[in-house]
């Protein structure tokens, strides 16, 4: 990766200083901020996709672990609870919070396309950071970062109802019984890097088609399809 700039330096550890973490290797902080896209124009610039691989697995692990030590709710209220508070809608706030988007290096192309405030960048950046934190200052450093926010997370998700979020199941409840008959899910696509694949879903009521909904998971890009259906139905 090429030197970092006097000015980039101070900028990272103003991101630093402001959500109280510290680097040791300023260069791989640096890394976690460089979307794919940037490579396409310039070859010698690393981008953050393995951190990113590596930081959804970290901050997985932190949240499961703390979900399994903290609560005593059956594993499908555990598994809901982790899916909502590791998701991109979660996660682009926080990184909102945290001024990632002045700090993100993007291509041309994706800053005149509002790159820069993409909830998908936004979340892939937070997990970035996570796996750089990481390998920088080990899993208990990583874990005491993701602490500080997730927890806010996951007492949002409790106070608003663990199952508020379902809507598949809400879907299929309510099309059962007007129907008697089940929505169907359609994968419409998928793209991008096996360790992080784009899926776009849609769902099928009878003749109507609602969606097409794209997440990071098929089950999410499925809950945003019903999500699309129920607001018809």
Request: hydrophobic share 40%.
């Amino acid at each position: 990766m090429t030197e970092i700039s006097r000015e980039r330096k101070n900028l990272l550890l103003k991101f630093c200083r402001n959500i109280k973490i510290s680097f040791k290797n300023l260069s791989l902080l640096n890394k976690a901020f460089c979307h794919r896209s940037i490579t396409n124009e310039n070859k010698g610039i690393a981008n953050n996709e393995r951190l990113e691989f590596l930081g959804d697995s970290v901050l997985g692990m932190v949240t499961a672990s703390f979900l399994y030590n903290h609560l005593e709710n059956k594993e499908g209220d555990l598994a809901k609870i982790k899916s909502a508070v590791v998701s991109e809608k979660a996660l682009a706030p926080v990184a909102r919070k945290f001024n990632v988007p002045e700090l993100l290096i993007i291509s041309h192309g994706e800053e005149i396309s509002g790159g820069r405030d993409k909830n998908a960048i936004l979340a892939d950046c937070m997990e970035a950071i996570i796996g750089a934190y990481y390998l920088d200052s080990g899993y208990k450093a990583a874990e005491k970062f993701v602490l500080e926010f997730i927890k806010d997370e996951i007492e949002k998700v409790l106070e608003n109802g663990i199952g508020s979020s379902d809507y598949k199941s809400v879907l299929q409840e309510k099309y059962q019984k007007l129907t008697k008959k089940l929505p169907v899910y359609e994968l419409v696509s998928k793209s991008g890097p096996d360790h992080k694949q784009l899926f776009t879903v849609q769902v099928k009521l009878g003749q109507k088609i609602y969606g097409p909904a794209s997440a990071y998971s098929k089950k999410e890009a499925e809950q945003l399809a019903a999500q699309i259906a129920l607001k018809d139905l």
